[in-house]
């Protein structure tokens, strides 16, 4: 079973910085690119960045420039790095696969919260 635990979310002045980090157990981290998705207050969760197992990224317009996702395929465990962050960036971030195709899997964590307001 596939488990996802993220965490460094937290509150954040407009301009600033947060990185948060994904710990992913089971056999899919060096099977599928890996993904941080975000899901604003009433919206539907949204792709934000994703990492190919050979590090490999690809950005949604949005967050390019200011977000790096990468990788440590020793610790299972894949980053995103947030600066010049905008209130429009408050959400509900998570991890996931994101396999061609067939996007993420079914399983999801509990995710973490970042919100940026002065």
């Known amino acids: 079973q596939v488990q996802f635990v993220e965490s460094g979310g937290g509150l954040a002045q407009p301009g600033g910085s947060l990185r948060l980090s994904c710990v992913v157990s089971?056999?899919?981290?060096?099977?599928?690119?890996m993904a941080w998705y975000r899901q604003r207050l009433g919206d539907q969760r949204e792709l934000v960045a994703t990492?190919?197992?050979?590090?490999?990224?690809k950005y949604v317009d949005a967050v390019k420039a200011r977000f790096t996702i990468s990788r440590d395929n020793s610790k299972n465990t894949v980053y995103l790095e947030m600066n010049d962050l905008r209130p429009g960036d408050t959400a509900v971030y998570y991890c996931?696969?994101?396999?061609?195709?067939?996007?993420?899997?079914?399983?999801w964590g509990q995710g973490t919260q970042v919100t940026v307001d002065s």
């Open positions: 996931n696969a994101n396999r061609p195709q067939w996007g993420p899997l079914d399983d």
């Open positions: 089971g056999s899919i981290f060096n099977i599928y690119p």
């Open positions: 990492i190919t197992d050979s590090g490999r990224t």
